[in-house]
Every structure is written in structure tokens, then in C-alpha cells.
């Protein structure tokens, strides 16, 4: 199975910052459950799911946030509009995250939004795990710490699910 790029640049964000993390390949997945199938150990609960939006704001600007919630949660559209002071937010098509990732399918979009230049949002809720586990493409997940994700994200921490 091929590496994407991104997955080695997680991985060394992760190693440069000293941060425990567990690395692990498997079948190509598309969901959370998926996911969570393949990964022994871990629930679907601790599942971080990266998910793009584009917003469009009350003055008619858009942009590309990336969402971050537990992988059993969806989010909330008015928590979300509401947190980011949108009018309008809607799913970014598979080719938008295609060109916002450089190639990373849906699906396998890890949660470092940073990466992509991406504003990352994430619910409180991901902080009750202490361990995280998320897809670093379709075929690779990396489980990290919880309070280590945080602190190298920097994320908005906002009630969208």
C-alpha cells in the first residue's frame, strides 16, 4: 500500500514533537466504522473525523474549514454557522478536498487541517479520549494523544455536534 505524502509528514510533525503515536496500515477505508473495524483496541468513539466544509459568511466571503468530531458524532450545521459567524456552510465536494489535500480521497483526509492551510475546528467532546486514532489516508490510521493533538493544532474548540 502506497503512503500519500501526507502521512509522513504527520508522522514526522509527530516524532519531531516528541509525541507517542502508533502507526498502523490496513485495508482501504471510506468511513468511520470502517475505520474503526480494522483498528484493534480502539473505538469508534475515540475515532477523530476529519471532515471539509465551506463556509460562506454574512458579507459573502467563502472559505475551507476542516471539522474535527468523534467518529460515532456528526456535527450540528447551526452550532457550526454559529461558532464561525456563517450564513451558509455545505460538504466540499470530493474534487475540492482533492485540491485542498493534493490528492487525499474522502474518506482518508486526516484531522491536520495545518497542513492543508486549513482553519481546524474540533467539539469539546474529542477531549474526553485520551488517546485519539484517526485516518492518516485510506489505508493508515495514527492513534496519538489527546492533550498532544491539541497543543500542536491549536484548534478552535467550539460545540458543533
Request: hydrophobic share 40%; proline share 7%.
Given at each position: 500500500?502506497?503512503?500519500?505524502?501526507?502521512?509522513?509528514?504527520?508522522?514526522?510533525?509527530?516524532?519531531?514533537?516528541?509525541?507517542?503515536?502508533?502507526?498502523?496500515?490496513?485495508?482501504?477505508?471510506?468511513?468511520?466504522?470502517?475505520?474503526?473495524?480494522?483498528?484493534?483496541?480502539?473505538?469508534?468513539?475515540?475515532?477523530?473525523?476529519?471532515?471539509i466544509?465551506?463556509?460562506?459568511?454574512?458579507?459573502?466571503?467563502?472559505?475551507?474549514?476542516?471539522?474535527?468530531?468523534?467518529?460515532?458524532?456528526?456535527?450540528?450545521?447551526?452550532?457550526?454557522?454559529?461558532?464561525?459567524?456563517?450564513?451558509?456552510?455545505?460538504?466540499?465536494?470530493?474534487?475540492e478536498?482533492?485540491?485542498?489535500?493534493?490528492?487525499?480521497?474522502?474518506?482518508?483526509?486526516?484531522?491536520?487541517?495545518?497542513?492543508?492551510?486549513?482553519?481546524?475546528?474540533?467539539?469539546?467532546?474529542?477531549?474526553?479520549?485520551?488517546?485519539?486514532?484517526?485516518?492518516?489516508?485510506?489505508?493508515?490510521?495514527?492513534?496519538?494523544?489527546?492533550?498532544?493533538?491539541?497543543?500542536?493544532?491549536?484548534p478552535?474548540?467550539?460545540?458543533i455536534?
Amino acid at each position: 500500500m502506497e503512503d500519500h505524502p501526507i502521512v509522513t509528514r504527520i508522522l514526522k510533525v509527530l516524532e519531531e514533537a516528541g509525541a507517542w503515536h502508533e502507526h498502523f496500515s490496513h485495508e482501504p477505508v471510506r468511513t468511520s466504522e470502517e475505520a474503526a473495524e480494522l483498528r484493534p483496541g480502539y473505538s469508534l468513539r475515540q475515532g477523530a473525523k476529519a471532515l471539509i466544509v465551506r463556509t460562506r459568511m454574512a458579507g459573502g466571503g467563502r472559505q475551507f474549514v476542516m471539522l474535527v468530531v468523534p467518529g460515532d458524532a456528526r456535527f450540528d450545521s447551526a452550532r457550526v454557522k454559529q461558532a464561525l459567524g456563517a450564513k451558509d456552510l455545505r460538504f466540499a465536494t470530493p474534487d475540492e478536498v482533492a485540491e485542498l489535500t493534493g490528492g487525499v480521497e474522502p474518506g482518508g483526509v486526516p484531522p491536520f487541517g495545518n497542513l492543508f492551510g486549513l482553519p481546524v475546528v474540533t467539539d469539546p467532546s474529542l477531549y474526553e479520549n485520551d488517546t485519539i486514532i484517526f485516518n492518516a489516508s485510506r489505508t493508515h490510521s495514527i492513534a496519538m494523544r489527546t492533550k498532544d493533538y491539541r497543543a500542536l493544532l491549536a484548534p478552535l474548540v467550539a460545540s458543533i455536534v
